[in-house]
């Protein structure tokens, strides 16, 4: 049976942690999904820390887009993140691009990742928080990754909102 669940915060509230620790509650080889691109050296040297802080019980999987490539069913796999996964979308998409369109491209791909029989617990950051940006790019992002949080979270089993490292359900 699919479960998914959501977790979602700001910056450095503990949301990628409290992932890791949950999926290894739930099995003893979870599958550990990173969607990043690497910019530059210091986003290298962030995902060094995280590659890092996980150990060999976890199956690590590197994907930029295509998250239902890969045959997961009877596993728990861990999707981090939501955040970084719209990103590349959004700017392979380019500037031109209809923000409906690249969300219609991601919630496609959601479903049909999301399909097979796992339990999935993807991450995400509540971007929009912070005001409205002077910057019309990030104000597209924006109201892309929050569009994307509300289609995840309609379909999540539990969303869990991280705040300065503890876990308040929100469903």
């Not at 690590?60 to 490539?69: C, V």
């Amino acid at each position: 049976m699919t479960k998914i669940i959501l977790i979602t915060g700001g910056q450095r509230s503990g949301k990628s942690t409290y992932a890791e620790q949950l999926a290894l509650s739930l099995s003893g080889n979870p599958v550990y999904m990173a969607t990043a691109h690497i910019w530059d050296e210091e986003f290298r040297e962030r995902v060094r820390r995280h590659q890092e802080r996980r150990g060999e019980q976890w199956t690590n999987i590197e994907e930029e887009k295509y998250l239902s490539h890969y045959e997961l069913s009877g596993r728990v796999v861990l999707i981090d993140c939501l955040t970084l996964w719209s990103t590349n979308f959004f700017f392979e998409a380019g500037d031109e691009a209809e923000i409906d369109d690249v969300l219609d491209t991601i919630k496609r791909e959601f479903d049909a990742f999301t399909r097979q029989d796992a339990t999935f617990i993807f991450v995400t950051n509540e971007i929009g928080w912070g005001g409205t940006s002077v910057n019309a790019v990030q104000r597209r992002f924006t109201d892309l990754l929050g569009w994307l949080n509300q289609y995840v979270a309609s379909k999540a089993d539990s969303v869990t909102l991280m705040v300065s490292g503890i876990p308040v359900k929100i469903k």
